[in-house]
């Protein structure tokens, strides 16, 4: 059982970790990208534009909340109101920095399918989702598409979906739109290679910064096989009573019968 966050994190993330490469250099420069920063704070491990310095998004959701209150003096009212303001404000860049990973991580995994659909180290699985424009969290009458089918890396798959809802769902960004990020992404790529320790160690902390966990840099000194093993699922044995075995049948001898005397 993982006895620390570390280790509960690659547990958590073990479906991908356990394609993790060592090789990657710890530091990837990218000059020349147009989205420079977001890739940089990706490949180095700094969430933190990503999280608000929070562990899990319950942390985050609940510091939010609670931090405009209990940092202010009530008797103070305009201190009050600027430091649920500042509060605001902190939890709305977050909120936007979020839904722009979100962004990011499918545009990545479009990209990925499009320029390296024949690669086979991990397992490709499909995702049927539909995409419909929101208005006040309503549905608009009319917007809803249907069959927008995608191939993805079976271990990045569900973090896929996940950011497919945020961006379709919540950004009303049509799946159609590509933004500059997916320049960078291609040629990222094609610098790399499809299967690189690098290429590697970017999407992994993509994923990380995706489902809120530590980055590779912290976790890829508790990467033993302990952890990373395949979960086993326990085979149900029939029920009722037990099958009597069965002796095997004499096998019939065919040494010759001995000849009488006389």
């Known amino acids: ?3 620390s966050p570390r280790e509960a994190n690659v547990a958590s993330a073990a479906p991908v970790l356990r394609f993790y490469k060592r090789g990657a250099p710890e530091q990837y420069d990218f000059t020349g990208y147009e989205m420079q920063g977001f890739m940089q704070n990706v490949y180095s491990g700094n969430f933190e534009p990503f999280t608000g310095g929070h562990r899990t998004y319950n942390d985050w959701k609940s510091s939010t909340i609670h931090s405009g209150f209990g940092n202010a003096d009530v008797r103070n009212p305009l201190g009050f109101l600027l430091n649920l303001t500042e509060t605001a404000a902190k939890a709305s860049e977050v909120s936007n920095r979020r839904d722009a990973l979100a962004l990011s991580y499918y545009v990545y995994h479009i990209t990925y ?3 390296c659909g024949t690669d086979k180290e991990m397992p490709w699985g499909v995702s049927a989702l539909e995409f419909f424009l929101t208005e006040n969290d309503v549905e608009v009458s009319g917007s809803r598409t249907k069959g927008n089918v995608y191939v993805v890396r079976e271990p990045f798959r569900g973090a896929f979906n996940e950011a497919y809802g945020t961006v379709g769902n919540t950004n009303n960004v049509s799946p ?11 040629k990222f790529l094609k610098q790399e290679g499809c299967t690189s320790p690098a290429v590697r160690f ?12 530590l980055p590779l840099q912290e976790l890829k000194d ?3 096989s302990e952890l990373l093993k395949p979960a086993t699922i326990p085979v149900e044995k029939p029920s009722g009573p037990p099958v009597p075995k069965t002796k095997p049948a004499a096998r019939e001898s065919t040494r010759p019968a001995p000849r009488r005397k006389g």
């Open 222 to 224: 508790h990467l033993n």
């Open 202 to 213: 970017f999407e992994t902390n993509l994923y990380l910064a995706m489902k809120w966990q």
């Open 176 to 186: 159609s739109i590509t933004p500059p990020i997916q320049n960078d992404f291609r």
């Open 113 to 115: 399918q499009e320029q």
């Open 1 to 3: 059982m993982p006895d």
